[in-house]
């Protein structure tokens, strides 16, 4: 998402915990974050600012996890 006034942006990336794994769903999350290259192009379009959340499901619960900067 990159609100209308261009000076932050937030990348969300949901999977589903298939052996409820809440943590290494999250993990894997926000690899694919990384590896997609979504942040090169909020970067390119001038954002400054972006937040990075990685939300896990498994039946009725539910894990975000938030990264800064450089995800590894």
């Known amino acids: 998402m990159e609100p209308d006034t261009g000076d932050m942006g937030i990348i969300i990336e949901v999977k ?6 809440l943590d ?5 999350a926000l690899r694919q974050i990384e590896c997609t290259g979504y942040e090169e192009e ?10 990075k ?6 039946k009725k619960q539910c894990k975000v996890m938030r990264a800064e900067g450089k995800i590894r």
Request: charged content about 20%.
């Open 42 to 51: 909020l970067s390119d379009n001038g954002v400054e600012n972006i937040l």
């Open 53 to 58: 959340y990685a939300v896990a499901c498994y």
């Open 16 to 21: 589903y915990a298939h052996d409820g794994n």
């Open 24 to 28: 290494a769903a999250c993990r894997k």
